[in-house]
């Protein structure tokens, strides 16, 4: 059964601080990772999306990393700014399209 | 607004009552899934169509709960006599076939339900 873990749980961090984001899974059967972003009672934003046979995606200030051996996916976040508080969620997609997803990291940028 | 929409974004209900959720993909995507998200947690998977043929049903997806496509488009899902542990946010996501490397999911602004 696939599991996905996020460390840590939560994060205070000073404005402009680069910050790292960790997900790790336990099969590494996988067809692709997703990050999302999620503002308080909001629904999900979709911010990278590694495919099973890339290493990493960049989307402006934010870079994914994915090691399917090691069962591990990173969101690196340059120059954290206050706008980006929010609760980050891992994905995976799996056998039958389902999406399993952690439990999120929550951020919080102070200016 | 090309993206997933979700109606109504708000519920509140009496314990017993039933309520019913609708979901509006992206039109061109084939594949509809239903989620829950309790505080704290990432969403849980409940439901999944490719067109109008529910394909897979999660255990959390009790004899209470009821989903539908007809014609492949809208989704609804259904609670029937609600109880205070339905609470939750309920999200709909859809994506495209191709190949399941490639498969992106797009979620909606979700439900949000309270049972009181």
């Known amino acids: 059964k696939q599991e996905v873990t996020q460390i840590p749980a939560a994060l205070s961090v000073p404005e402009g601080e680069n910050l790292v984001l960790n997900c790790s899974f336990t099969?590494?059967?996988?067809?692709?990772l997703q990050w999302f972003r999620q503002d308080p009672g909001k629904g999900l934003t979709s911010l990278l999306l590694i495919q099973s046979s890339q290493r990493e995606q960049t989307s402006g200030r934010l870079n994914a990393s994915l090691d399917k051996s090691s069962g591990r996916s990173t969101l690196y976040i340059a120059a954290s700014q206050p706008g980006d508080s929010a609760t980050y969620l891992c994905a995976l997609t799996t056998g039958g399209f389902k999406t399993i997803f952690g439990a999120g990291t929550r951020l919080f940028v102070k200016a | 607004d090309t993206g997933v929409s979700q109606d109504p974004r708000h519920k509140i209900t009496k314990r017993g009552q039933n309520v019913t959720f609708r979901c509006d993909p992206i039109?061109?995507?084939?594949?509809l899934y239903w989620y829950r998200q309790t505080l704290g947690q990432g969403p849980e998977f409940l439901t999944y169509?490719?067109?109008?043929?529910?394909?897979?049903k999660s255990r959390l997806l009790s004899d209470r709960f009821s989903a539908e496509r007809p014609k492949g488009s809208f989704s609804t899902l259904e609670i029937q006599r609600t109880e205070q542990g339905d609470s939750a946010m309920y999200l709909c996501?859809?994506?495209?076939?191709?190949?399941?490397?490639?498969?992106?999911?797009?979620f909606g602004q979700g439900t949000r339900l309270t049972v009181v």
């Open positions: 169509f490719q067109n109008e043929a529910q394909l897979e």
């Open positions: 996501a859809s994506s495209t076939p191709d190949r399941p490397g490639d498969t992106e999911a797009f």
């Open positions: 039109s061109e995507h084939n594949r």
């Open positions: 099969d590494s059967a996988i067809y692709n």
